[in-house]
């Protein structure tokens, strides 16, 4: 092979085109069909396995990062010999993803999958009536869900290719089966193609003294990435909780203590709000409006108030919060919310405005409908019942508040554990004050007062 072969593609793709063309030149025809199928010449480092004696090889990304190739290619270097017909050095491979549906589609037939990975002459059949892959050499690759752990008893395997663990609804029962039937051969190998996420199946795996890593971000993969999807992930994303895992690809463990978790917030998204009775948009503001200025929390939520407070139910419908603005701009977006939204009234902590927050929003809308509140606890404090209503089943989300709910998960009965304000934390702190838990004690006061009596 010549030496600028074994150089990769970041050579090829940043040498003067005169350059390029010469090495291409001189490629003997059998070598140019076969540069696309050679991974080793293409790959990016997270994407080769490392070297050494290990039995599991993690590979952590972001989206879009190029695990599933990377994972594809790997199961090709496995069974595949020297020559089409010759065998490769494992012959029975599982092949487990969260669904059947999500095995076919994503590890076999998907863009980065093992048919498009795989040249003509060593390219599998797919039997789909038996879920297995078999190759011209004989090695055969059989498809499993992880919602069906039992169906791994029985088989054995000397490979295995596990993609999405972290996202397995039955993770650590699907991955134990998976390690008794990992029996075959001299050395059965293993790797796993995962967005991190903080399950304990995961956890518990990273820290297998057998277990090795590679790790990168989505960004790493950005010549075969949309420029307009990078671009809009990182302005939605960007430096968010969810944007440090999705996207760079991060395990992001709870901080302890913290009110609110990665997985309670999991549990309570929903797609569309019901009707809801009474809708308010809650702001935390910034008296300043230069660069270095918090944010300023703009928060807007809704609740159904039919029947008593135990059935009242609440939903997160935007985080609308601004950066860096003057008080104008902010009063601005959070009357710009409360429209659209048939708001009908803005509550806003006036701990540190005092009554400039009201005279900001009056000069904008004399007409607002408006109530002032002010802290006298502790943040963690008064954010504990608000959190104790996640805990009930009371609250859900909706999309696009990835960076309220990376406030939240920082946010401890003894303070924030994150760097400057929780300003949008805060605000929805207070919307769920002024729209469940004050009004719920005011419905509750006079019922105590008369078995009191």
Request: hydrophobic content about 45%; charged content about 25%; proline content about 6%.
């Amino acid at each position: 092979m010549p030496h600028a072969l074994k150089s990769g593609a970041a050579w090829l793709a940043s040498a003067p085109p005169e350059t390029a063309e010469e090495f291409l030149a001189e490629l003997s025809e059998g070598t140019l069909l076969a540069l696309p199928y050679l991974f080793e010449f293409w790959a990016l480092p997270h994407q080769l396995p490392p070297e050494g004696d290990w039995r599991s090889w993690v590979i952590l990304g972001g989206r879009g990062a190029g695990k599933t190739r990377a994972g594809a290619e790997w199961v090709r270097a496995q069974v595949e010999g020297a020559l089409p017909l010759d065998k490769g050095r494992a012959r029975r491979v599982a092949l487990v993803g969260e669904t059947l549906d999500q095995v076919r589609e994503v590890m076999i037939f998907g863009d980065s999958g093992i048919l498009a990975c795989s040249p003509p002459d060593r390219r599998p059949e797919w039997q789909a009536t038996r879920r297995r892959l078999v190759w011209p050499n004989g090695a055969v690759a059989q498809a499993f869900s992880a919602h069906d752990p039992d169906s791994l008893r029985g088989p054995q395997f000397d490979a295995a290719w596990v993609d999405e663990l972290a996202k397995w609804k039955r993770a650590e029962e699907a991955w134990d089966m998976l390690q008794f039937a990992l029996r075959l051969g001299a050395q059965p190998q293993q790797v796993v193609t995962t967005t991190p996420r903080n399950v304990g199946v995961l956890k518990t795996l990273l820290q297998v003294g057998s277990t090795v890593t590679t790790h990168a971000p989505t960004e790493a993969n950005r010549a075969f990435l949309a420029e307009s999807f990078l671009a809009e992930m990182a302005a939605r994303y960007g430096g968010t909780h969810q944007g440090r895992q999705e996207l760079d690809g991060e395990l992001l463990e709870d901080v302890e203590g913290a009110l609110w978790t990665l997985e309670m917030l999991d549990d309570v998204r929903v797609d569309a709000a019901p009707e809801l009775d009474r809708v308010v948009v809650a702001v935390d503001p910034a008296v300043s409006g230069h660069a270095k200025s918090d944010d300023c929390g703009i928060v807007v939520a809704g609740a159904v108030t039919q029947g008593p407070p135990q059935d009242w139910r609440a939903v997160v419908l935007e985080d609308a919060s601004v950066s860096a603005a003057s008080p104008t701009a902010w009063a601005q977006a959070a009357l710009d919310a409360a429209a659209r939204w048939g708001a009908e009234r803005v509550v806003a902590e006036v701990n540190q405005g005092g009554e400039m927050v009201e005279t900001v929003l009056r000069s904008i809308d004399p007409m607002v409908s408006y109530r002032g509140v002010r802290a006298g606890r502790r943040k963690g404090a008064r954010a504990e019942p608000a959190a104790a209503l996640y805990e009930q089943g009371r609250v859900g989300h909706l999309g696009g508040l990835a960076a309220l709910e990376d406030q939240m998960c920082r946010m401890t009965a003894h303070g924030y554990r994150g760097s400057g304000s929780p300003d949008r934390a805060d605000a929805l702190v207070w919307a769920l004050h002024e729209l469940m838990i004050e009004p719920a004690a005011t419905y509750m006061r006079p019922r105590i007062r008369g078995l009191g009596g």
